[in-house]
């Protein structure tokens, strides 16, 4: 059976060009970098050299690179090594709709005495900039943390804005712009971000490296101690192989990105076109003017999400939920909450995430089956008929 991959946001394959370009350091370029010997030398060189590529997607300067072993750890190096460097300073602001990897440090640094703020969003998944306004009026915060683009909905936020805001109340900004990078243009000599978080295997990169953009200047201490490598801001020998795929994948996404995001957002608009019209009761969800071109979340109200995941999985469609399952009870997920999704579209949301990999085919072939599958479910719910209320609270 063939694999329809839409789900692009929780991983991406490793581009061909990207393996080829690794594989020489797994066989016979396999020297540390930091030896004094030229055998270890000429790999450090390589090491830059992917540094610079990273660099160049972001228009930063390479010494503004500090790779890591993911884009969780970025995240958890640059609000909490923020934090601990910030002199007194403990208060941080968030949002409601930030991935786990920043919301369980924030989390984690509020039980150990931080302030901890998570901004409210719209209905459409929009930033509340008066909230921003009003958390940034009290003076004890040390950084301000809001991604560049949401994982389950795809909604920009308007960084610029409101790293200029976090910059002048003396904050400093950090970005979590995992999903961003490789799908968006990003200009850090435009975009006054102190910190941004990216990871390798959301742009066809290996899984297990990421980058942590950490401009000049900026105070941050090391999550990881030890040897003096990336200048000291994060120890442990370098994991070359897949630092040399992360910079592949990043020059692979500057050369390609204009041509992919004209046709990726075609595929992803044609596939929401045609379930709108197909699927009585679906709902788009997110600001659809301002979403990465590759995502679709989308709701399909009085049907269970889990329920039509595990029937595009029976045709080897991959998709993804917007609600997390944990242990038998099914709550919506914190974005869709945030959102103020309605329980009765919250249960039903999918999200479907390209990349350059798909095909027009993939989207007939999802449109072929998927109405068939709403309208099945639905003749199974049973509180399809409307104005039936789904009972709330954990399900199995
Ligand atoms: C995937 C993801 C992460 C975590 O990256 P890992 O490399 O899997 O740790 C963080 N933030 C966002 C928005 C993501 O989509």
Redesign the pocket.
Same mark, same amino acid.
């Given at each position: 059976m063939k694999t329809i991959y839409l789900d692009n946001?929780a991983t991406t394959c490793v581009a061909p060009e990207v393996l080829d370009a690794m594989m020489p350091y797994f066989t016979e370029k396999w020297g540390n970098p930091s030896s004094i010997h030229s055998f270890g030398g000429r790999v450090k060189r390589d090491v830059e050299r992917a540094r610079e590529q990273v660099a160049a997607l972001l228009n930063a300067e390479p010494s503004e690179i500090v790779f890591t072993s993911?884009?969780?750890e970025s =995240?958890n190096m640059a609000i909490r090594g923020a934090v601990e460097a910030a002199n007194g300073k403990i208060g941080i602001i968030t949002t409601r709709v930030e991935?786990p990897?920043v919301l369980g440090i924030c989390r984690y640094l509020g039980s150990r005495g931080c302030r901890v703020t998570e901004l409210p969003v719209d209905s459409l998944g929009r930033l509340d900039m008066a909230a921003l306004d009003q958390a940034l009026t009290d003076g004890g915060r040390a950084v301000v943390s809001t991604?560049w683009a949401n994982?389950e909905t795809g909604v920009i936020f308007p960084i610029a804005k409101i790293a200029e805001k976090a910059k002048a109340a003396g904050c400093v900004m950090h970005t =979590?712009a995992?999903?961003a990078v490789g799908k968006i243009p990003i200009d850090l000599r435009k975009v006054p971000v102190d910190m941004l978080?990216l990871?390798g295997? *959301?742009l066809h990169a290996p *899984?297990g490296v990421?980058a942590l953009f950490v401009r000049r200047g900026t105070r941050v201490n090391p999550l990881i101690f030890g040897g003096h490598q990336e200048g000291g801001r994060r120890a442990g020998t370098e994991n070359v192989p897949y630092i040399i795929g992360l910079g592949r994948a990043c020059e692979l996404a500057m050369k390609n990105m204009q041509e992919e995001r004209t046709r990726v957002a075609a595929m992803r608009d044609r596939l929401e076109k045609g379930i709108l019209e197909t699927c009585p009761d679906a709902r788009v969800n997110g600001d659809r003017d301002n979403r990465l071109p590759n995502t679709l979340n989308v709701s399909f109200e009085y049907v269970e999400g889990e329920a039509i995941l595990l029937m595009l999985n029976d045709l080897g469609i991959c998709a993804s939920s917007g609600s997390a399952c944990t242990s038998g009870s099914l709550e919506p997920s914190h974005v869709m909450r945030a959102m103020g999704v309605p329980f009765t579209a919250a249960h039903g949301s999918i999200r479907f995430s390209f990349s350059r990999y798909n095909t027009e085919e993939d989207v007939d072939y999802v449109l072929q089956n998927l109405p068939g599958i709403i309208r099945k479910l639905r003749e199974l719910s049973p509180f399809a008929a409307k104005g039936n209320a789904m009972p709330a609270g954990g399900r199995k």
């Open positions: 946001n993911c884009g969780s =995240d991935h990897a991604m994982n =979590d995992v999903q978080s990871s295997h *959301k *899984k990421g």
